[in-house]
Nanobody, 123 residues
Framework: QVQLVESGGGLVQAGGSLRLSCAAS????????TGWFRQAPGKEREFVAA????????IYADSMKGRFTISRGNAKNTVYLQMNSLKPEDTAVYYC????????????????WGQGTQVTVSS
């Protein structure tokens, strides 16, 4: 079992930055493929970025490339999402998710989910 807790969300002006954290418990997390998703009101959950258990491989949604960076902490039990040049359309609840094996960009492929953290970008 893996438990995930997101933090770091908040209100920021357009052009600003936030760093989200996903803290995990569970002995298998360090080897789990971990992703960030987001969901805006009235929209489907959207893939943002993902990282391998080792931290050596990352993948991003096209619209986030160059603005968002996913990384793992040294102890491998925390995954971060650095978000720069934020836009009002980035406003959403951001979720951390983990899966046991393999690369994935679809929400249904992930086994474990956090409760989400709200990010609001004002214009």
């Amino acid at each position: 079992q893996v438990q995930l807790v997101e933090s770091g969300g908040g209100l920021v002006q357009a052009g600003g930055s936030l760093r989200l954290s996903c803290a995990a418990s569970g002995r298998t997390f360090s080897s789990s493929y971990t992703g960030w998703f987001r969901q805006a009101p009235g929209k489907e959950r959207e893939f943002v970025a993902a990282i391998s258990g080792s931290g050596g491989s990352t993948i991003y949604a096209d619209s986030m490339k160059g603005r968002f960076t996913i990384s793992r902490g040294n102890a491998k039990n925390t995954v971060y999402l650095q978000m720069n040049s934020l836009k009002p359309e980035d406003t959403a609840v951001y979720y951390c998710a983990a899966k046991r094996i393999g690369v994935a960009t679809k929400a249904y492929e992930y086994d474990y989910w956090g409760q989400g953290t709200q990010v609001t970008v004002s214009s």
